[in-house]
């Protein structure tokens, strides 16, 4: 028996298997031909999970965590998220990719005062006419056609444009197109929750946390 502690959660998360070799390389998932009774859930893979000479786990793999588990030790999964939770870990509440009404939004990367988030609305998505306390936000079009809102100017968007949304002001972004909608925004600031969202209006009745 082998144990590997991964290296993205050095304090927590110990799996115990027998003899497990991953790698991320650029394809599909892939289980050798050696492995057997193996349950591997691709939620979304980025890249490939490669497993060569493992038997019964469960493997799951997300954008942001990868869950390596003895089929036996299923029930255990649950302990395990306690322990991510009381270590701080972001991973155990917060996915990388969050699904909204108006479609979804990647966050893509973080540090100390910046954000990177990919977001795709969906044609006839509308985002709240919100504001935010302690961040600037940077868009960048890369596909489709954006109708954005800032304070009282109203302006169309293609791709290759970019607008700049001040702390503070009030804005919103639409999509009046056919296809979806992609654009970058980078956020700059002291605090980038999802709490500073300030909706002032909203076609989605949705409350302040949702």
């Given amino acids: 028996m082998e144990t590997l502690l991964l290296p993205f959660s050095p304090r927590f998360i110990v799996l115990t298997i027998c003899a497990v070799v991953t790698a991320l390389l650029l394809s599909i998932g892939i289980v050798d031909h050696k492995a057997f009774d193996i349950v591997l859930i691709p939620i979304i893979i980025f890249g490939a999970l490669t497993l060569l000479g493992i038997r019964d786990l469960i493997v799951v793999t997300t954008p942001d965590a990868v869950l390596v588990v003895?089929?036996?030790?299923?029930?255990?999964?649950?302990?395990?998220?306690?322990?991510?939770?009381?270590?701080?870990?972001?991973?155990?509440?917060?996915h990388r990719r969050c699904h909204r009404p108006w479609g979804y939004y990647d966050a893509v990367d973080v540090g100390e005062r910046f954000q990177v988030k990919r977001l795709v609305v969906a044609p006839g998505g509308t985002l709240s006419l919100q504001k935010h306390l302690h961040r600037s936000e940077h868009w960048v079009v890369v596909h489709g056609t954006a109708e954005v809102t800032i304070g009282e100017m109203k302006k169309i968007m293609h791709e290759n444009e970019s607008a700049y949304i001040p702390m503070g002001a009030v804005h919103r972004l639409s999509n009046p197109g056919k296809i979806a909608l992609e654009l970058i925004e980078v956020q700059t600031g002291s605090y980038f929750g999802e709490d500073d969202i300030i909706r002032l209006d909203d076609v989605y009745r949705r409350g302040p946390a949702e």
């Fill in 70 to 94: 003895p089929r036996e030790r299923a029930e255990e999964v649950k302990r395990l998220v306690s322990l991510l939770k009381q270590a701080g870990r972001s991973e155990a509440t917060n």
